[in-house]
C-alpha cells in the first residue's frame, strides 16, 4: 500500500518562510517523480513544483517555492519563501511513475494534505 503523508503545514505570518515534508512508503521512492499541489477554497487543485526522478531537475509555478527530495529518507520538501494570503490551501503531494508533469491527472498517488493558512 502506497502511502503518501504530508507534514509541516501551519498558520504563518505574510512574508514568513515555511517549509513542508511529504514521506513516501510502499513505492520505490527514487522511482517516482514528486509533485506538489495547493488548493485553496472554492478552486480547483493547483500545480506549485515537482521534481524529477531521474536526475532531479524541477519545475515550479513561482519563484517563491523550492522542491527538493532526500531518497534516502524517501522525502519530499517543499520550500516557501515571502508567503502571501494567496499560498492559503491545502498542500498535497503526489508521486508519478514518469516524468514531471504540472497535470495533476497524471499523478498516481496522493497525500491527505497539510493545512497552510498565510494571515496577519
Known amino acids: 500500500q502506497v502511502l503518501l503523508v504530508e507534514s509541516g503545514g501551519r498558520w504563518a505570518q505574510p512574508g514568513d518562510s515555511l517549509r513542508l515534508s511529504c514521506v513516501a512508503s510502499?513505492?520505490?521512492?527514487?522511482?517516482?517523480?514528486m509533485g506538489w499541489f495547493r488548493q485553496a477554497p472554492g478552486r480547483e487543485r493547483e500545480f506549485v513544483a515537482a521534481i524529477n526522478n531521474a536526475n532531479g531537475g524541477t519545475y515550479k509555478s513561482d519563484d517563491r517555492v523550492f522542491i527538493s527530495r532526500d531518497n534516502a529518507k524517501n522525502t519530499v520538501y517543499l520550500h516557501m519563501n515571502s508567503l502571501k494570503s494567496e499560498d492559503t490551501g491545502v498542500y498535497y503531494c503526489a508521486a508519478r511513475s514518469a516524468g514531471i508533469t504540472s497535470l495533476s491527472t497524471s499523478y498516481d498517488y496522493w497525500g491527505q494534505g497539510t493545512q497552510v493558512t498565510v494571515s496577519s
Open positions: 510502499g513505492l520505490t521512492f527514487k522511482n517516482y517523480a
